[in-house]
């Protein structure tokens, strides 16, 4: 089975701008999370989502935002850069049967930075 | 708000000694906790669950509900054992609240 793929791997934006990151989940896994790494402030969880449906988010403001296709490949948004936003950004995914396993399926991450 | 603290940052043993990563949370309820692991070079995965009650790669971890802890331990540390790990927990969904991590360094 093939892994949890995140494009593009690197990426540099300058202030203002806004970028979109994409996962695509171990075939069968139906929920995406979004986590934000980096050295200050270690993994921030972001967002999740299950069927197109965000169901859970974590402290960011509203320049953050993501979203979920029917084949459960999800992207994430960040719009308006700011130098703080310079971060490896981690997408997982989970095999969702109703109770959490808590077992998440990392990808590589997208680091993301901002000049 | 959840809250995990693994207060060291970096712990260095030699090998074939005991190995102990602590891990302290703060949630009312029941947690679920659990300890991800990340080689050099390959992605974050989990180690272990605390609600498995399993042993991997010799490693174990009790939950401690009256200390709120739920430290790693292994008795023989391996120099494969050398890694990023992170306490984590959850609660009840896919929001997992993850410590800052300890690097552990096993010295041959």
């Known amino acids: 089975k093939a892994g949890v793929t995140q494009t593009p791997r690197y990426l540099i934006k300058t202030r203002g701008q806004q970028v979109t990151l994409s996962c695509s989940p171990i075939?069968?896994?139906?929920?995406v999370s979004w986590y934000q790494q980096t050295p200050g402030q270690g993994l921030q969880f972001l967002f999740e989502?299950?069927?197109?449906?965000?169901?859970n988010k974590g402290n960011f403001p509203g320049r953050f935002s993501g979203r979920q296709f029917s084949n459960s490949r999800s992207e994430m948004n960040v719009s308006t850069l700011e130098l703080g936003d310079s971060a490896l950004y981690l997408c997982?995914?989970?095999?969702?049967?109703?109770?959490?396993?808590?077992?998440?399926?990392f990808g590589e991450g997208s680091r993301l930075t901002v000049l | 708000a959840q809250r995990v603290t693994q207060p060291e940052k970096l712990l260095s043993v030699f090998k074939g000694a005991p190995v102990e990563l602590k891990c302290n949370y703060s949630?009312?309820?029941?947690?679920?906790l659990f300890w991800y692991v990340q080689y050099s070079r390959q992605r974050l995965q989990l180690l272990l669950r605390?609600?498995s009650r399993e042993s991997i790669k010799g490693f174990t971890a009790d939950l401690n509900k009256g200390e709120t802890s739920f430290h790693l331990k292994k008795p023989f540390a391996q120099e494969e054992d050398s890694a990023m790990y992170y306490c984590?927990?959850?609660?009840?969904?896919?929001?997992?609240?993850f410590g800052k991590g300890t690097k552990l360094s096993v010295i041959p």
């Open positions: 997982a995914s989970s095999l969702d049967v109703g109770k959490n396993t808590g077992e998440l399926f």
């Open positions: 075939s069968g896994h139906r929920s």
């Open positions: 989502y299950f069927s197109e449906t965000q169901r």
């Open positions: 949630y009312s309820g029941s947690p679920e």
């Open positions: 605390h609600i």
């Open positions: 984590a927990s959850g609660a009840g969904s896919y929001q997992l609240t």
